[in-house]
């Protein structure tokens, strides 16, 4: 969902500053920062209805809150003058980028104030990237696959995955049990996994086939929030 | 607006319109900037393009530019590159012309390593092969064989004609 | 193939490409033909077209034709594309083409407020701007700069060509 709110027709907080900036009627590098605080927090506050969506005003409003806070004490105002600069330099920033993406659009453009040509073309261009292949290199590589995993087997063997199918067989105890109520996904597990690499492989098998099992109609899956337990049951159960 | 740009402005627009302008409408939008003698100005287009690589063109009273008659030899243009296939490419092929119809599960199983989604779509690019059916196992995947361009490529009338599999075996095995 | 003819096809292949032609590629389709100067058939054809009202333009070492400057006040085009930008794209194109290569996150801190997904999809599509290379931040995040249809739709040369605003030049950039 978008959630670009605009506020009385601000672009977001910036904007707002921006605006706020320009009625001071001084150079905007020149600002009251104070007076500019105080402007913001009133209108956030006349706003507050509006602004309940966007945390980016209020984010800028306690920074703004706490600036005059610390400036209302004189001792305390260097303190805050490193703030005080970085909000000009990005309300100057804003002001110029605003400026800018304006004079962009009023530059000439295509489809506006000129066209690209491109003509009706006699032409037949066709690219075409042919790989150095044989039928004796297509043979060969056939063949060589299955030398490969003769020796490959040897060392797989040992690590072998489960498969769907396993999920599949596991998850088939559902419709022994013959079970009307919730049961917990993983109870389906089997318990004897070699190691964790095993594990995982069972826990996504099951979750493979589980998924299959809804999308074919027989049964209904559930989980509440991120990382509750995964429950499911006989659909028609 | 002179006669000068008043020329320019008709060739530009013949240039960029999308269909064949009517002398009607070029006149329409001459005269918002004067009176203009619009035959003159074809006529000098017209003779201007005489020997160029574009030609303006009357058609039924509507004008348009095409490239010129007189390249019409050069026109067909097939430029060909040789690439070479991956190692990863050709197996998935060898394993599709000879298991297909075969899903990417199958092929991987064959492998013994993943087959991934880069290699197919190289191979499916070159219109070597196509997706088939589904599979009708959990998941329903799809299934791959070879298309028209790979027989074209190694010169087979059907895939019937690859060499069998016990063929293969007493020779190369 | 000679002289002219080996121009006249330069001039109709840029004519009738759909997207602006680079020298490589012209280059390897005169190669069928024979051995040519193509710079200087370029040089000339920018020549031909200098008074009139198409003009060849090179951006970024490609070569397409568009209507003359020169008449752009007298171009009533009916076909526009009345596509308005929303001002977050407005802006989020500012901020990357001045300050381009430039990070989600930094455009954010320059805006105020978050960009989303879909206003830099929305520039994407135009092929306004691209992704570049990674910043080497934590995180290593994606850079954003301008893409060629972005020059070529302002008809600008080149990204130096933007407008300025003095407001800019006193912010560390």
Known sequence: ?237 | MDNNIAKNFIESLIFSAEEPLTKESMKKMLSYYGDFDLDLILRELKNDYKNRGVELIELEKRFYFKTADTLNDYMRIETKKTRNLSPAAMETLAIISYHQPVTRAEIEKIRGKPVFRGTLDTLLELKWIKPSGRRETPGRPVTWVTDFEFLKHFGLKSIKDLPKVDELESVIL
């Open chain 1, 1 to 237: 969902m978008h959630l670009n709110l605009n506020i009385s027709g601000y672009e977001g907080p910036l904007d707002l500053l921006l605006d706020l900036s320009k009625k001071q009627k001084v150079d905007i590098k020149k600002i009251s920062i104070l007076e500019l605080a105080n402007q913001y927090l009133n209108f956030v506050e006349e706003n507050i209805e509006n602004l309940k969506l966007t945390a980016d005003y209020l984010v800028m409003a306690s920074l703004l809150a706490y600036l005059k806070s610390k400036l209302l004490i004189p001792e305390e105002k260097e303190e805050v003058q490193e703030i005080q600069e970085d909000l000009t330099q990005r309300i100057v920033h804003y002001n110029a980028i605003k400026k800018l993406s304006n004079k962009i659009f009023q530059l000439q453009r295509e489809g506006y104030d000129f066209l690209n040509i491109s003509i009706q073309n006699e032409f037949i261009i066709s690219n075409k990237i042919v790989p150095k292949i044989s039928l004796q290199d297509l043979i060969l590589k056939y063949s060589e696959i299955f030398k490969k995993k003769k020796s490959i087997k040897l060392l797989t063997e040992k690590n072998d995955f489960y498969s769907l199918e396993d999920g599949e067989s596991w998850l088939k105890k559902i419709f022994k049990l013959k079970e009307k109520n919730w049961l917990k996904l993983f109870k389906f597990l089997p318990e004897d996994t070699k190691n964790f690499k095993m594990k995982k492989s069972a826990v996504l098998s099951l979750l493979l086939a589980s998924l299959d099992n809804v999308n074919q109609g027989k049964i209904l899956i559930n989980q509440k929030d991120h990382f509750e337990e995964i429950m499911v049951k006989l659909n028609n159960g």
